[in-house]
């Protein structure tokens, strides 16, 4: 029996070890497509096949969020509106924030990539992306609007002031304050990126020629990808994730091979 119990133990740990390699190697490919992004053709552009596009936005028709957050100004015109709802989970869980809701508000816009003003048909990314800020196809930094949509507890906004209680703090990963049942005192808070008239964006996919011009849209073969910030810092913060996270991935397989050979002797 207690042999059995440690061979459980040996494949808990190896399952975990493979949940963290999945994960790293799903956000390698993350950083591979931003270095593809970064990688822009300030050339010609030819119609018929993929291409990268990077220019300022001109917005031609406003995308609409279903939310906006209660220190947002909708009054400028918006190519995109990348929003979330984050929780704080309770201790039954992992005490850990999480996307509630979420919305990749699409409005109709182009792009002038040198001399050439393409048309970008974004809108099936509305449909396709449940959080902007974490999606295979949207790479949006951090976000620029981060509010809490109530008031912190005295303790908790003592640790949010000075930058321990927040998603990065060291203790962000702690539950300090009440938790009844699966609830807490953290207020959710909204989080937003709006890309607007004039704006920076990169944008990747399948070019065609209409006869109103050249046209961006994604395809099976090229899903439409979207970028806007600092990639670089965007690399950064993703090369350092994928290296914690096959560290923890090894560590895990360790364990799970030591106490396999601890049960089978």
């Known amino acids: ?3 059995l119990f440690v061979l459980a133990v040996a494949a808990g740990f190896t399952l975990f070890g493979w949940i963290a390699l999945s ?3 799903a956000l390698r490919g993350r950083q591979t497509t931003i270095d593809e992004l970064e990688s822009t053709d300030a050339g010609r552009l030819e119609p018929g096949g993929e291409a990268t596009i990077s220019g300022p936005v001109s917005v031609l028709e406003s995308a609409s969020p279903e939310r ?3 220190e947002s100004n909708g009054t400028d015109a918006a190519a995109l509106w990348a929003w979330r709802l984050r929780r704080k989970e309770g201790a039954k869980k992992n005490n850990g924030w999480r996307t509630v809701e979420g919305e990749l508000a699409v409005g109709e816009f182009t792009v002038d990539h040198g001399w050439d003003r393409v048309r970008v048909d974004a809108e099936a990314l509305s449909t396709q992306v449940d959080d902007p800020f974490d999606s295979s196809q949207s790479f949006l930094d951090e976000p620029e ?3 809490y949509l ?3 507890d005295p ?3 003592f640790l949010e002031r000075h930058g321990f209680a927040d998603e990065g703090g060291i203790v962000s990963d702690v539950e300090v304050s009440i938790s009844v049942g699966g609830k807490t005192t953290m207020p959710d808070k909204y989080q937003a990126t709006v ?4 704006d920076e964006l990169i944008v990747r996919g399948d070019l065609i020629e209409t006869a109103d011009g050249y046209v961006l849209r994604g395809s099976d073969e090229t899903p439409l990808s979207i970028a806007a910030g600092d990639l670089q810092n965007q690399e950064d913060r993703l090369r350092s994730e994928v290296r914690m996270r096959k560290a923890v991935s090894g560590v895990c397989f360790g364990l799970g091979v030591l106490v396999a050979i601890l049960a089978v002797l």
């Open 150 to 152: 109530g008031e912190l």
């Open 145 to 147: 609007t981060d509010v």
């Open 195 to 198: 890309v607007r008239d004039g």
């Open 155 to 157: 303790i908790n906004r």
């Open 1 to 3: 029996m207690v042999r």
């Open 23 to 25: 994960s790293a190697r």
């Open 68 to 70: 906006t957050g209660p």
